[in-house]
Structures are given as structure tokens and as C-alpha cells.
């Protein structure tokens, strides 16, 4: 791992991770990383060497200009920044990379090594994935956890999955086994609509991710942009018959199995949610 600057002195840090890949349906993922460093101002402190991880036949480098007319290549690979939230009581360590294509457990010690030397406290992985569900209700953002006492305070589930896992997954086992707290929020993306970007998945994932991080994400015109969204699938909804009334049955469905979410406690930590939002900072 290169580290091209000294890290800052960090103050109780939480590492959020998300990968390009397989665990990224419409870049869901990736894109609340890059939103949170739009949001805030990043500063590098440490970049994964890409030799060892990533087949450049599958993820090409970048050739470019600089403004001085200098031609710079860059190489793909994963990096390591640290944020300082706005009014918030700690740091951020985020990573924003792709999903290496080799030597997965090497690749995750590394992660694993800088979250220790970063002295980072709490560990969440962000993914998304393709599911049965209608884009004109909530995107389900599904939290996990390996941690019984994590899963008791935060209110995580216990993660029952079995079957093929990505880098997501090796994370998530390689941090439990260096008994680093690590949870895993994962946002429901409508198949039908896979095509990136999906700012109503990012918006579900951040609004979880606030939670983890104890601290507000502002979230610009991600609210706009996620209305118009869904504005432009019902369009596409109404000119096909079939869509549409699969959309119906997939609402049939959400409701009758999901009404816990209208429940007092959810309405409740909405609007606890959209007045942090509209307190100003301090």
C-alpha cells in the first residue's frame, strides 16, 4: 500500500467502503462514496498498489491530458481518504475503489491493516443488488452484521446468506476474523430498471449510512434527482403494458409483506431524519 502523504490525526474514525463490480447494481454504492466526498472535503492518505490486484485487460487504465498539455495515465486501483464531517464528533475513512480481480484475501488484509493503523473504530460496507421490487416504493436497505453486540445496538440482522459472495463478502469475513466491528448495508435495486445511476438507492443508502455514522449527509439535489427518476420509470412503465402491471404486482406484494415499515417507530426516525436535515450546522 502506498501512502503518499502522512494521515492527519483522526478522532474515533469510521471506515466506509464501496467497490465497483458485482456488488454495485447502478453504481449505487459507488455513488454515495463519491457523493460523500463531493460533500465533504477528501484528503488521500493511501492508495492500494494496483500490480498485485487488478488485470488490466479487464479494467484498462486512463490515458489523459493535463492542463499544461502533459499526457498522465492513470492506473486503476483502490484509494484510501479521510473526511471530517461538517459539525460531526469524528472522521471518516472512506474507500472508493473496484472490486479487485485477483488475490481477494492479500487485497482485504491491506484494508484491514489500514483501518488498524488509521485506528479506525467501526467498519461499513456499502453494496446494492438487483431484486424484486417497484421503484415507486422505499428502496429496502437491508443491514448485517457477524457481531451479536452489534446487531443488538444497531438493530442489524444476522446475516443468513449462502451462496456466491464478492469482495463485499471477504471484507465483511476478514474484518470479523481481526475482530474489527464491521456492518454491511446492502440497497434492494429494482431489476427492471438496472441502469446507472439509481439516486433513490443511494438516497435509502445514505439514510442508513447516517445512522452508522451519527452524523447528516447533505444530500443536495439527490431528492430532486430521485424524483425525477421515478418520474422518468413511470413514463417508460406506462408505455409498456406488461412493466406496468408486473410494477402493480410487485406493489401488491410490497405492501401486504412490508407493512411494518408504516409502523409509528419507521414514521418516526423519517421525520427525527428530515429535521436534522433542515437544522442548520453548527
Same mark, same amino acid.
Given at each position: 500500500?502506498?501512502?503518499?502523504?502522512?494521515?492527519?490525526?483522526?478522532?474515533?474514525?469510521?471506515?466506509?467502503?464501496?467497490?465497483? @463490480?458485482?456488488?454495485?447494481?447502478?453504481?449505487?454504492?459507488?455513488?454515495?462514496?463519491?457523493?460523500?466526498?463531493?460533500?465533504?472535503?477528501?484528503?488521500?492518505?493511501?492508495?492500494?498498489?494496483?500490480?498485485?490486484?487488478?488485470?488490466?485487460?479487464?479494467?484498462?487504465?486512463?490515458?489523459?491530458?493535463?492542463?499544461?498539455?502533459?499526457? &498522465?495515465? &492513470?492506473?486503476?486501483?483502490?484509494?484510501?481518504?479521510?473526511?471530517?464531517?461538517? @459539525?460531526?464528533?469524528?472522521?471518516?475513512?472512506?474507500? =472508493?475503489?473496484?472490486?479487485?480481480? /485477483?488475490?481477494?484475501?492479500?487485497?482485504?488484509?491491506?484494508?484491514?491493516?489500514?483501518?488498524?493503523?488509521?485506528?479506525?473504530?467501526?467498519?461499513?460496507?456499502?453494496?446494492?443488488? %438487483?431484486?424484486?421490487?417497484?421503484?415507486?416504493?422505499?428502496?429496502?436497505?437491508?443491514?448485517? &452484521?457477524?457481531?451479536? =453486540?452489534?446487531?443488538?445496538?444497531?438493530?442489524?440482522?444476522?446475516?443468513?446468506?449462502?451462496?456466491?459472495?464478492?469482495?463485499?463478502?471477504?471484507?465483511?469475513?476478514?474484518?470479523?476474523?481481526?475482530?474489527?466491528?464491521?456492518?454491511?448495508?446492502?440497497?434492494?435495486?429494482?431489476?427492471?430498471?438496472?441502469?446507472?445511476?439509481?439516486?433513490?438507492?443511494?438516497?435509502?443508502?445514505?439514510?442508513? %449510512?447516517?445512522? /452508522?455514522?451519527?452524523? &447528516?449527509?447533505?444530500? @443536495?439535489?439527490?431528492?430532486?434527482?430521485?424524483?425525477?427518476?421515478?418520474?422518468?420509470?413511470?413514463?417508460?412503465? =406506462?408505455?409498456?403494458?406488461?412493466?406496468?402491471?408486473?410494477?402493480?404486482? %410487485?406493489?401488491?406484494?410490497?405492501?401486504?409483506?412490508?407493512?411494518?415499515?408504516?409502523?409509528?417507530?419507521?414514521?418516526?426516525?423519517?421525520?427525527?431524519?428530515?429535521?436534522?436535515?433542515? =437544522?442548520?450546522?453548527?
Amino acid at each position: 500500500m502506498r501512502d503518499p502523504e502522512l494521515a492527519p490525526e483522526l478522532v474515533d474514525p469510521i471506515m466506509v467502503t464501496a467497490f465497483e @463490480g458485482w456488488n454495485d447494481a447502478a453504481e449505487s454504492a459507488s455513488g454515495v462514496v463519491e457523493h460523500l466526498l463531493d460533500a465533504w472535503e477528501p484528503h488521500q492518505i493511501a492508495e492500494i498498489d494496483p500490480e498485485d490486484y487488478y488485470d488490466y485487460q479487464v479494467n484498462r487504465p486512463l490515458v489523459g491530458v493535463t492542463d499544461e498539455g502533459v499526457r &498522465t495515465i &492513470t492506473w486503476p486501483t483502490t484509494r484510501i481518504y479521510a473526511v471530517r464531517p461538517s @459539525g460531526s464528533r469524528r472522521d471518516l475513512v472512506i474507500v =472508493r475503489g473496484l472490486e479487485p480481480n /485477483m488475490r481477494w484475501r492479500q487485497f482485504c488484509a491491506e484494508l484491514v491493516h489500514a483501518a488498524d493503523a488509521f485506528g479506525v473504530q467501526l467498519v461499513v460496507v456499502l453494496g446494492a443488488l %438487483l431484486a424484486d421490487t417497484p421503484h415507486t416504493r422505499p428502496i429496502p436497505v437491508t443491514g448485517t &452484521t457477524s457481531d451479536n =453486540r452489534l446487531a443488538s445496538v444497531l438493530e442489524l440482522e444476522q446475516s443468513r446468506y449462502e451462496g456466491p459472495t464478492g469482495i463485499n463478502g471477504v471484507l465483511q469475513d476478514a474484518c470479523s476474523e481481526a475482530d474489527l466491528p464491521c456492518v454491511s448495508l446492502w440497497a434492494a435495486v429494482p431489476h427492471y430498471v438496472a441502469q446507472p445511476p439509481c439516486p433513490k438507492a443511494m438516497l435509502a443508502l445514505i439514510g442508513r %449510512l447516517e445512522d /452508522m455514522i451519527e452524523t &447528516t449527509v447533505p444530500v @443536495g439535489d439527490l431528492v430532486e434527482q430521485s424524483r425525477a427518476w421515478e418520474r422518468g420509470v413511470d413514463e417508460l412503465a =406506462r408505455e409498456d403494458t406488461e412493466i406496468a402491471e408486473y410494477v402493480v404486482a %410487485l406493489e401488491e406484494a410490497r405492501d401486504t409483506s412490508e407493512l411494518p415499515e408504516a409502523s409509528g417507530e419507521a414514521i418516526a426516525r423519517e421525520f427525527e431524519r428530515y429535521l436534522k436535515r433542515r =437544522r442548520p450546522p453548527d
